[in-house]
């Protein structure tokens, strides 16, 4: 495992270095930044990226996927507005110690567990990525049909609160990117005669279109007022907190932590969905839950360290499956074929060197950010003040280069326009958008995967219950939908209440990244 | 007494919400529009070479069943809830239209119009944006985007505030232009000056 970090490191060229914080600064600043996140930042660093070498690229993508998970704290802290969904409960007892006077505190704090959460959950991925993938390499199609079914319905049940309408744009994301030609025999479908659509969809623009657009104007509008003034004293002396303050948290670290990969490891869900469960689980196995929204320590501990664990916990199955772990994996997904990789499992028997050195930019990634965190503070507290509502559209100027550069046409622009306006019209009908992402990204291939052990079967389906470790995930995929289905609605009830008692006002809402 | 009713019918437009208790069955009718349309779109295809039960199109069409078939799940569910829920249910309705009627009359709450209308007024913008692209360059399509943009989205449509967006227009187009036209040397739609 150490062997292959520093095969990373030497991957990395000087230029690498100063890549990853430049990506880490724009991570923070999205981040931090209510209304815009790290996907944001990423999706206009795909276009920048295009003429560096892949492993430039992916330092950048790394920089701000670290420093876009840290940054919600700030504004959640001082403000009192979470900057990134993955930090609305940082709120609840972040800003209650920050207005009680002890804003330094609640900030090195975050920004310290913030950078455990993220250096704890790349253990796991470099410990677990190869193992995973080793195994994978060896798997039919078959199996990997009936993983990303898994996926799917893990997904479709999680990322809403109703599991049928989870299912729905599930499949709606599933057919669309079965558009095009068909990768078992070529045949070309559900083009409506376009020939521009022979080769499907593209991702980039698709999952722009999702992503960006849709929440561009409702999030301009609903923060046209808050451009916040920070008046508090927020200087960190020292770390911020005292070791002493930590006596009681072992337990509460260590459990937050592994909240979030695990949570990062389940397809489509990250750090906006652990950081809430985190929470929720502090709560309820605290022997004094009655003192969670007052202020106290535990309260920034748990949705902080869970948030940044999702980090590692999602690069895992992108790297080791090629199934992405959240929303900002995605897109990542998305940029490995734009620099010329296949994802997958063949991803790191191929490219090894190139993984490697992924994992090395996240390391540094990680400490970069805490750096610039520390020292950069009164600056990110400054880009609280840019008023958003101009910020936006230049953002969707810059969007529509990324678009336009993937094929040099602007067919690709109106891709973009065509999911926007679907994300949209489904939004209408309150259904979670997520899963439309993961069904597009996965459907072809697990299309192509079903064809194929179809074929291999001879045209006999009963071949995906036969076969045991297929057999095993199919039932995993139904067990889970039930188990979680239940869960799911008593969490979010949970979480209303939450909100409920510690009186902020925080729109309760887990879609979107 | 034409202008009442035109009037009377933006109200109902602005003001128009699913009920809570009928989004069910609201989601379930959409879905199985958006699962017919689909299912049209599989007769799009060209031939396999490939001898098989499974076709290009078996999968797409297995898929839009599924999705009618939740459609339909979703409005069984409507009608379910709405006969276990029983009496209270109209009784519910009954008070909600009482109170419904007051605010009716209550002036039109700008923002809210706003709200409705923004996000339709920007992905015509945007699609003008991008025919624009072509026929006039991506430097001054941005401009002219960016000019209308940003008081749509602050809500000011005074003459000040369109100045202060071409202005703002201007110099992030030309900023675009110089750092991936000439910087990065992406191929971005020109005119015929080259920008």
Known sequence: ?513 | MLMEVKMKLIKKLINFEIKAENSDLASGIFTIIVAVLAFCATFSHSSSSLQSVIGPVTVPRLVSGIIMLLGAVLVVRHFARRRRAGVGFTVREKTETATAVPEQEKPLDKMKIFRVITPWCCFLLIAIYIFLMRKIGFTLASVFYLTLQIPLLSVDFSKKSFLKAFVIGIIASVIVYLIFAQGFGLQLPSNDWGF
């Not at chain 1, 109703?162 to 079965?178: S, T």
């Not at chain 1, 479908?189 to 080769?199: N, Q």
């Not at chain 1, 995967?449 to 076969?467: E, L, P, Q």
């Open chain 1, 1 to 513: 495992m150490i062997d292959n970090i520093i095969m990373g490191f030497s991957q990395l060229g000087w230029i690498d270095y100063v890549l990853v914080l430049a990506g880490a600064m724009a991570g923070l600043i999205f981040g931090c930044i209510p209304g815009l996140s790290g996907s944001t930042a990423l999706t206009l660093a795909i276009p920048i990226t295009l003429t560096l070498g892949p492993v430039s690229a992916f330092a950048v993508f790394m920089g701000i996927f670290v420093g876009g998970c840290s940054g919600g704290c700030i504004s959640a802290i001082l403000v009192g507005i979470p900057g990134t969904p993955s930090s609305l409960t940082t709120v609840f007892d972040g800003h209650t110690m920050a207005k009680n006077g002890q804003p330094g505190k609640a900030l090195g704090t975050a920004i310290f567990f913030s950078f455990l959460g993220t250096l704890v959950s790349l253990v796991f991925l470099f410990a677990l990525t190869e193992p995973i993938a080793r195994i994978a390499v060896k798997l039919g199609p078959v199996e990997l049909f009936s993983i990303i079914l898994l996926s799917l319905s893990l997904i479709s049940v999680l990322a809403g609160d109703d599991p049928i309408k989870g299912w729905i744009v599930a499949l709606v994301g599933v057919f669309l990117g079965m558009v095009g030609i068909s990768k078992v025999d070529g045949a070309t479908r559900l083009t409506l005669g376009i020939a521009k659509l022979t080769s499907g969809f593209n991702q980039t623009p698709a999952l722009l279109g999702i992503f960006v657009v849709g929440g561009l104007f409702s999030a301009s509008l609903a923060h046209k007022s808050n451009s916040a003034e920070v008046t508090m004293d927020y200087h960190i002396r020292g770390l911020g907190f005292k070791l002493s303050d930590l006596k009681d948290q072992a337990v509460n670290i260590i459990r937050s932590a592994l909240v979030g990969v695990g949570i990062g490891i389940l397809p489509g869900i990250g750090g906006v969905t652990s950081n809430l469960v985190s929470y929720t689980l502090a709560k309820t196995f605290s022997k004094t839950p009655e003192k969670f929204g007052t202020g106290i320590i535990d309260g920034i501990i748990a949705p902080e360290t869970a948030n940044n664990a999702s980090i590692g916990g999602a690069m895992i199955p992108l790297l080791a499956l090629g199934i992405p772990g959240d929303g900002f994996t995605a897109l990542l997904l998305g940029s490995f074929e734009l620099h010329g990789f296949i994802s997958g499992p063949t991803l790191l028997v191929n490219n090894a060197e190139f993984v490697y050195a992924i994992f090395a930019a996240l390391l540094l990634s990680c400490i970069f950010t805490v750096v610039l965190e520390y020292f950069g503070l009164p600056l990110l507290v400054k880009t609280l003040k840019v008023p958003v509502n101009v910020l936006m559209p230049v953002i969707m100027v810059l969007v529509m280069v990324g678009c336009f550069c993937v094929n040099n046409r602007t067919f690709e622009c109106w891709v973009l326009l065509f999911f926007a306006f679907i994300t949209f019209i489904f939004k209408q009908f309150k259904f979670s958008t997520t899963p439309i992402v993961l069904g597009f990204v996965l459907g072809g291939s697990a299309e192509t995967y079903f064809r194929r052990g179809m074929m291999m079967a001879r045209d006999d389906i009963s071949t995906f219950f036969t076969n045991p470790v297929s057999c095993t995930f199919i039932i995993l995929a139904i067990v889970c939908s039930v188990v979680l289905m239940r869960q799911n609605k008593r969490s979010e009830a949970k979480l209303r209440q939450l909100a409920a008692e510690s009186e902020s006002e925080v729109d309760v809402e887990i879609d979107d990244d």
